[in-house]
């Protein structure tokens, strides 16, 4: 289990205003397309610009991406105080379809809100490669993107809460128990 099992998918009230879930894997494109897509006062929380926000780029130490992931989640509670009108862009690697309904659900993001952002792997191993900014992280960027392609092809959303409820059976959702429960109730 993962030290921040419970600051990946954390408990966030529901998001007033419109939420614009963009994944994919590294190197995918995801924070070019919010770029080129938001419009100017739109909200856009994106874990890799957070980062650049505490002075790191794509090389970041451990000890410092729990703080990273606890303003991220801030930044995600706090769109359930913003307005109807605004809108607010979340860039999520989330590699399965059932982590990506977890963070539809929790962030209320409509069917056509979801962008799902999958060059080839070629395109995304010569991005990776072609970017001065992923140079000391590029071996670790491609495992990340094979991580990526495996987790999604197998429908697999990694890191699983390990509470276990009064009934004695485990309350994360997507834990797999309850993924195939829910499918032959």
């Given at each position: 289990?993962?030290?921040?099992?419970?600051?990946?998918?954390?408990?966030?009230?529901?998001?007033?205003?419109?939420?614009?879930?963009?994944?994919?894997?590294?190197?995918?494109?995801?924070?070019?397309?919010?770029?080129?897509?938001?419009?100017?006062?739109?909200?856009?929380?994106?874990?890799?610009?957070?980062?650049?926000?505490?002075?790191?780029?794509?090389?970041?130490?451990?000890?410092?991406?729990?703080?990273?992931?606890?303003?991220?989640?801030?930044?995600?509670?706090?769109?359930?105080?913003?307005?109807?009108q605004?809108?607010?862009?979340?860039?999520?690697?989330?590699?399965?379809?059932?982590?990506?309904?977890?963070?539809?659900?929790?962030?209320?993001?409509q069917?056509?809100?979801?962008?799902?952002?999958?060059?080839?792997?070629?395109?995304?191993?010569?991005?990776?490669?072609?970017?001065?900014a992923?140079?000391?992280?590029?071996?670790?960027?491609?495992?990340?993107?094979?991580?990526?392609?495996?987790?999604?092809?197998?429908?697999?959303?990694?890191?699983?809460?390990?509470?276990?409820?009064e009934?004695?059976?485990?309350?994360?959702?997507?834990?797999?128990?309850?993924?195939?429960?829910?499918?032959?109730?």
């Amino acid at each position: 289990m993962s030290d921040f099992a419970e600051q990946i998918r954390p408990e966030l009230p529901r998001p007033t205003c419109r939420v614009r879930l963009i994944c994919g894997p590294p190197a995918a494109g995801k924070t070019s397309y919010v770029k080129k897509h938001a419009a100017p006062g739109d909200i856009i929380i994106d874990l890799d610009l957070i980062a650049r926000e505490y002075g790191y780029g794509y090389d970041r130490p451990s000890w410092v991406i729990g703080d990273m992931l606890d303003d991220r989640n801030a930044r995600l509670a706090r769109l359930a105080q913003e307005p109807p009108q605004r809108v607010a862009w979340v860039v999520l690697t989330a590699p399965s379809q059932s982590l990506r309904q977890w963070w539809r659900q929790a962030l209320n993001v409509q069917r056509d809100d979801l962008v799902l952002l999958v060059p080839p792997w070629k395109e995304l191993h010569r991005r990776i490669m072609a970017d001065p900014a992923r140079r000391e992280v590029r071996q670790r960027h491609l495992q990340l993107v094979a991580k990526w392609f495996r987790l999604e092809r197998n429908n697999d959303p990694g890191v699983i809460k390990q509470d276990i409820g009064e009934d004695g059976y485990p309350t994360d959702p997507l834990h797999p128990w309850n993924r195939t429960r829910a499918c032959t109730a």
